[in-house]
């Protein structure tokens, strides 16, 4: 049960928190982002932008849906818009975005939830990582508002995890015991 945990996790208030750490992720041609994730509310919840248009990746949650946003190059803006099959509200839920260039898959405690065609480049780095808002215009937040939930034990990867990866990580991050061969 994560929530025993609760008391390593940060809880944004929707109103005027976020966590800023400036650029400091390494350029991926591909990402994993898995969170423990209690949401409240909608807005951005993980921001690899900066203010000028054509360069950001974003995952918005809401309670019941999340919105993955990579408009880089080499390929078109996209966003794919994915209801989650499990509540959030008020529940503390495992959650993994899996992008690259060409696919996104959203994983809810280790099971793939949905899967979405990708057509805008992933590059990921360099660029303000913001955990609860978007940056804009520079050196500003809070632009489309914050969201509002708890977040723990967030994990970058810089590549696409695949489902088998997935499920173990959850298994071990919610101290269930993996099964023998």
Known sequence: DHSLKADSAYWLNGTNAYIYFGPVLPDMQAITVAAWVQSYGG????????????????LSLGMSNTIVLCDKPPGLYNSADMPLTEGIEGVWRHIVW????NSVDVYIDGVLNASATNQGGVD???????????EFPQYAF????????????????????VA?????????????CLPYA
Do not use: C, K
């Open 43 to 58: 807005g951005t919840f993980f921001a690899d932008a900066d203010w000028q248009p054509g360069d950001d990746f974003t």
């Open 164 to 176: 088998s990866e997935v499920e173990q990580l959850f298994l071990y991050e919610s101290g269930t």
């Open 124 to 134: 990921v780095g360099y660029h303000d990582f913001i955990i609860g808002t978007l």
């Open 142 to 161: 809070g632009w489309l508002g914050y969201w509002e939930g708890g977040v723990s034990d967030m994990r970058i990867y810089n590549r696409a995890l």
């Open 98 to 101: 899996a992008v690259t260039t």
